[in-house]
């Protein structure tokens, strides 16, 4: 794997799970890193990023918000100058979904504001400084969800599979300019957003459907976004990466 250093990312959702995961990661491979999460502090991680002899800031921002997100590319490039690797990461789950049919237009806005309007809001944000350079890499992740239909309810299915077609689109246009836009699509990591959305019987159930035979690692899905971002992905470019342990 390429040496990220000269390069700064910022990953949406840094603050736990994959995300976190993720920071680090680029971290290791020299990349300076901002990390971005609606209220969550920052700050534990920063110091963990720090560590590692990188510059790392963390922001609060909330994605759904095209206003926050500007406001959020102001203080990173003050913080760390240009940002060229993005990362969007942030979404939210519906531990409460039952069906498609009893979904209320306002859990439908809200899954789609987070997961999909908030990915093209931070892209927006951040493509005129990787526009500039003539050099760029968003990674995008999704989930199987957005592939399969999943389990996880219509309205997160939807969200990914936006997440999805918007990447390929996205790669179409900005392959000519430098910046290559790729996806990750996880399934069943273990997390702490997936813990809370199921019990030990359904954990232990959705283990044996595994055909490796165990949960994913955060770790995992970082190993996949530290290649897109790497120099030498340059020549790939609108892929979709499944992490999935074969499920």
Not at 4 to 23: D, E, M, N, P, Q
Not at 53 to 59: D, I, L, N, S
Not at 153 to 175: D, M, N, P, Q
Request: with cysteine; net charge neutral; charged share 20%.
């Amino acid at each position: 794997m390429g040496s990220l250093s000269g390069h700064t990312a910022l990953v949406t959702g840094g603050t736990r799970g994959i995300g976190k995961a993720i920071a680090a990661r680029l971290a290791l491979g020299g990349a300076n890193v901002a990390i971005v999460s609606r209220c969550t502090d920052g700050r534990p991680v920063v110091a963990e990023l720090e560590r590692l002899g990188v510059r790392a800031v963390a922001v609060n921002a909330d994605v759904s918000d095209p206003d926050a997100v500007r406001r959020m590319v102001d203080t990173v490039r003050e913080a760390l100058g240009p940002i060229d690797i993005l990362v969007n990461n942030a979404a939210i789950a519906d531990s409460g979904y039952r069906n498609a049919w009893e979904l209320t237009a306002e859990s439908w806005d809200r899954m789609l504001s987070v997961n999909l309007s908030g990915v093209q809001y931070c892209c927006a944000a951040f493509l005129p400084q990787m526009l500039a350079k003539g050099w760029g890499r968003i990674v995008n992740i999704a989930s199987t969800s957005g592939i399969s239909g999943g389990t996880s309810g219509a309205h997160y299915a939807a969200s990914k599979g936006g997440v999805i077609a918007l990447s390929k689109a996205l790669s179409r246009e900005l392959a000519p300019r430098g910046i290559t836009v790729n996806v990750v699509a996880p399934s069943k990591i273990d997390t702490e957003m997936f813990r809370q959305a199921v019990g030990e019987s359904e954990r232990k159930d959705t283990i044996r459907s595994i055909p490796v035979g165990r949960l994913g690692r955060p770790e995992e899905v970082a190993e996949a976004v530290a290649y897109f971002a790497a120099e030498e992905a340059g020549y790939t470019t609108g892929q979709v990466l499944v992490v999935s342990g074969g499920y």
